[in-house]
């Protein structure tokens, strides 16, 4: 099966979702249903690593994916050459290398605490004003304007494509292609929109924690906290209104879950009929 290097960030954005669903939620849940942290101080350090690495590998993998589609669409003479299967091996390392390193610090200067008002050991922005302003910015903002710039130029292709201002041997944009770029689109208005708000409280704490942590209503914090790590749960939402290739495998999922036999017979049978139908070797050459 051939990955595509779109596909490949695509994969490891999900990865990134899931790292939350493995381990710091059911931990998480299980604080709120003892009403305090019971697994442990390892256990908190360890649900807070996995967290950071999931927020950050989120906002990382989004700008590759951006930047991967800005290549595909404004550049596609020398989107073969920039995403080679080499390349996006290295891209991907790099990305997930820069997002262990973002989080190793936090176990250097304690920021990774228990937070008994969202039931979390998470990230604690009153601790170093300096590395919170440096999170945010680094973190959010920074990726933030690389990828509405890249998503930016996008349209502006997409606007010229649809109405011929660019000459008839110019690129032109697939239907598929715009359908991807806009399901992509979408997971990054919603990641901005999702995260924005515990973004710029960290970042209005950090400049002045004295007067500003102290009136920042718990509601505000609460809500802002819980809807930001409610972000991992949207993607596979948004692939699935979007995406008629998500859709059918959702509706094979709950077919396998509700009719399992049904399930493995529909299977059994798709094999036997792809070993009958499956095509000669030049063909699969061509």
Not at 65 to 90: E, G, M, P, Q, W
Not at 167 to 189: A, W
Not at 195 to 201: C, D, E, M, T, V
Not at 214 to 237: D, K, R
């Amino acid at each position: 099966m051939y990955l595509s290097a779109g596909n490949a960030f695509v994969v490891s954005l999900a990865i990134a979702d899931l790292l939350v669903a493995v381990y710091p939620y059911p931990l998480v849940l299980s604080a709120i249903f003892h009403d305090g942290w019971i697994a442990g101080s390892i256990h908190c350090q360890i649900s807070g690593f996995l967290m950071g690495l999931s927020v950050i590998g989120s906002i990382f993998n989004i700008t590759g994916i951006a930047i991967n589609r800005y290549c595909y669409i404004c550049h596609s003479l020398h989107y073969d050459r920039l995403f080679s299967l080499k390349n996006t091996c290295c891209y991907l390392g790099l990305t997930w290398a820069l997002t262990v390193i973002s989080i190793v610090p936090n176990f250097f200067i304690g920021l990774l605490q228990y937070d008994p008002r969202v039931f979390s050991c998470t990230f604690a922005q009153t601790v170093s004003s300096y590395y919170t302003i440096s999170v945010v910015v680094v973190h959010f903002l920074i990726p933030l304007l690389v990828v509405s710039y890249c998503y930016m130029r996008i349209w502006v292709l997409v606007i010229q494509v649809k109405h011929r201002v660019k000459p008839e041997n110019k690129l032109k944009v697939k239907p598929s292609d715009l359908r991807n770029f806009l399901t992509m689109f979408m997971v990054f208005v919603l990641f901005a929109v999702c995260w924005a708000p515990l973004n710029l409280i960290g970042l209005a704490v950090a400049i002045n924690p004295a007067r500003v942590a102290p009136n920042i209503p718990e509601w505000l914090f609460i809500t802002s906290y819980f809807m930001a790590y409610f972000n991992s749960c949207l993607n596979a939402v948004i692939y699935g209104l979007l995406n008629r290739n998500f859709r059918r495998e959702y509706m094979r999922i709950v077919s396998s879950v509700w009719m399992p036999r049904l399930f493995v017979t529909e299977t059994s049978r798709g094999a036997t009929d792809g070993v009958r139908s499956r095509p000669s070797p030049v063909i699969n050459n061509e």
